[in-house]
């Protein structure tokens, strides 16, 4: 559904991606993990073309996308929540939804539908419609970006560090909400995780990033045995406990 | 002095600051969907005016037309100025947006000298100029058309921004530029539409005042100047503190050239920016107001 092949990405003169070929099949959840600064995000930004390659290819669905502008990409149905949920704070928490839905703004009974799934979803998004999304806690945020996301209908999302400055609890909801979301609509996923042991769980497949490079790559489960992954991702003790590392 | 004469004061003061408060709400609408301070903004509001008087007394047309013309004309401008100087150079960091509008500023300025010339022109009043009496105080009814036209221009664009989702979505490129792009927002033509509502709001205001405070090629860089300072007395980013700050800046300026003197009006302006900058530089209406929005 989505594939990169031996994408260069540089920022100025400095490599971020280095030759990084990687794909997604319709219906998967793909994780991919690595340290601070190994290329994650930037793999996701030029996915969804705010960085653009220098070399390489960019497929989504068949069709070359490294050219595209975001807002076509978002339009070909692949969306995109960043890291940091950047949700537009001052905005109400329905703003935000329905601005998420901005390139179907001629289908006004489509979005509304939409929306109430997305109410569906996160009830608490909607006992909160009316506030700023400022005013939301970071897992609540991390709901709205995810709405937000799917306000514009994706196929397929990427899925940058969902998990970050949330409490356990609220990650492991984000996280069945993420395995609900393939199974019920049949989403493809991206999933960049630092928190690398719970993105390979619900993952059917990873790769792993270093320094710009996939040094690794294969079924999730045998990445979670791989003896170097869990030395370098998931903590020492990693055969031992089921606690969520980090 | 007596009460009429005050009235009179506020009145006039008032009219004036209604333009200041437009081209501030100019600067803002720029400064909200690029963090770009538009320093030909006020030569937006000169092109109002000078394409106003060209449209009616070199062209012959009728009155309602030739102002018409004059802010669609400055609308189109405003669009080539972002196509054709800020988009080639978008990735450039903001300061160096900021001086390719001071060279635009110059360059209109310029071509409006040469083609225009350097005369000072006055559009006749939109409805005779027989002064109305408010109270004791006498009005030229182009104050009133002045003060009607700017509120219905709050209001217009207060609906826009609030209610309306392309509105939202130039906010939403203010508020975060990355998730706009993310969200499919198309940002790059909320940037040219940005530039071409703040052209139209900007000769808007130097159609109306046209006709009582005249107009010629150099008009742009004191009106840009002062509706920067009521953007920034309003809380820069905050379109009713813009508007807000340019009708003060407007009333305290009359005040100081009726009671003081005239000759120290324009410095009366910056005495004030200068206080703010060091007292209060997030503005009188600072970030809360604009969030409110």
Partial sequence: ?246 | MTFSDYLQFLLSGLTVGSTYGLTALGFTIIFNTTGIVNFAQGEFVMLGGMLGVFFLSGLGLPLPLALLLAVLATLLIGALMERLTIRPVQDAPVINLVIVTIGVSILVRGIVQIVLGKDTHALPPFTGSAPVSIAGAAVQPQSLWVLCITCGLLLLLRHFFSRTLWGKAMLACAFDRKAAFLAGIGVRRMVLLSFMISAAVGATGGVILAPLTMTSYDVGIMLGLKGFAAAVLGGLGNPFGAALGGLILGVLESFAAGLLSSAYKDAFTFVILLLLLFCKPSGLFGRRGFERV
């Fill in chain 1, 1 to 246: 559904m989505l594939r990169l092949r031996n994408v260069d990405v540089l920022y100025g003169k400095v490599p971020a991606l280095i030759r990084v070929s990687l794909h997604v099949r319709p219906g998967e959840i793909v994780a991919l993990v690595g340290g601070n600064g190994a290329g994650k995000t930037t793999t996701l930004l030029a996915a969804s073309g705010l960085v653009r390659p220098k070399d390489g290819e960019i497929t989504f669905e068949g069709r070359d996308v490294s050219r595209l502008s975001p807002d076509r990409i978002v339009a070909a149905g692949l969306s995109h929540v960043p890291e940091g949920r950047l949700v537009w704070k001052p905005l109400p928490v329905e703003d935000n939804l329905r601005l998420g839905a901005f390139l179907r703004s001629g289908d006004a009974a489509g979005v509304a539908r939409d929306l109430d799934e997305v109410y569906g979803l996160f009830p608490i998004l909607a006992e909160r419609r009316r506030q700023p999304a400022g005013t939301l806690s970071g897992g609540e945020q991390q709901m709205l970006a995810i709405g937000r996301a799917l306000m514009a209908r994706p196929r397929m999302l990427l899925l940058d560090e969902p998990s970050m400055g949330l409490a356990p609890a609220v990650t492991r909801e984000i996280f069945s909400l993420i395995v609900r979301l393939r199974r019920e609509r049949g989403l493809t996923v991206l999933l960049v995780e630092q928190n690398a042991r719970m993105a390979l769980r619900i993952a059917d497949r990873g790769y792993v990033l270093e320094t710009g490079r996939v040094i690794l790559q294969g079924p999730a489960d045998e990445l979670l045995e791989n003896r170097d992954v869990q030395r370098a991702y998931l903590g020492r003790d990693a055969d031992a406990g089921d606690s969520p590392s980090h």
